[in-house]
């Protein structure tokens, strides 16, 4: 049982860690949208562009290393394509991030709901509050998936609430973990 309270701990740490990075990232957000989106499609483009020249440089040093299965200077080509599309790209790279962000939040959802009902079978009240602070994180998920016209100030305001309650979670979840012991 002790096995099974330090995996606990340990993902209710690991939960309440990427809850304070989603704060971070929606504080930003909210501060400056549309330079952190602009910074983050640089960043991925300038990635992309470097991975792909590394890659070309390595496959002509190693001159395909006589490996029939050695793709990197496709891989480099691509890589480059990717990086100049994802530069050239800013304003449906920040579609993109709503998506994934959304579908981060929504599985983050699902996986509290989850924890939930195992809090409920531990028999502890945590469970209701628990229960509730996912479905809002599960709406608040919904909510930046499917609003298309969002601006990024209100997808920060949305990661914000969602990593606060996702917070409080966690210290939920992490305070009744010692019910695991009984």
Do not use: Q
């Amino acid at each position: 049982m002790e096995y099974i309270s330090k995996i606990f701990k340990k993902t209710g740490v690991y939960s309440l860690v990427s809850s304070i990075i989603f704060a971070i990232l929606g504080l930003i957000l909210i501060i400056n949208p549309e330079g952190t989106v602009k910074v983050i499609s640089l960043i991925l483009g300038f990635m992309f562009i470097l991975i792909g020249i590394y890659k070309t440089i390595n496959y002509f040093v190693n001159r395909g290393g006589y490996d029939l299965y050695n793709y990197d200077l496709a891989f480099g080509i691509i890589a480059i394509v990717l990086g100049i599309i994802t530069i050239i790209y800013i304003k449906e790279i920040s579609a993109l991030l709503r998506i994934l962000i959304g579908l981060w939040i929504i599985y983050s959802s699902v996986i509290r709901f989850s924890l939930s009902l195992k809090l409920k079978v531990l028999g502890t009240d945590a469970w209701k509050y628990s229960l509730i602070l996912s479905i809002i994180m599960l709406i608040c998920g919904l909510y930046v998936l499917f609003s298309s016209n969002i601006i990024v100030v209100v997808i920060g305001i949305v990661i914000l609430v969602y990593a606060i309650l996702d917070i409080i979670e966690s210290l939920i979840f992490i305070s009744n973990i010692k019910d695991l012991e009984k």
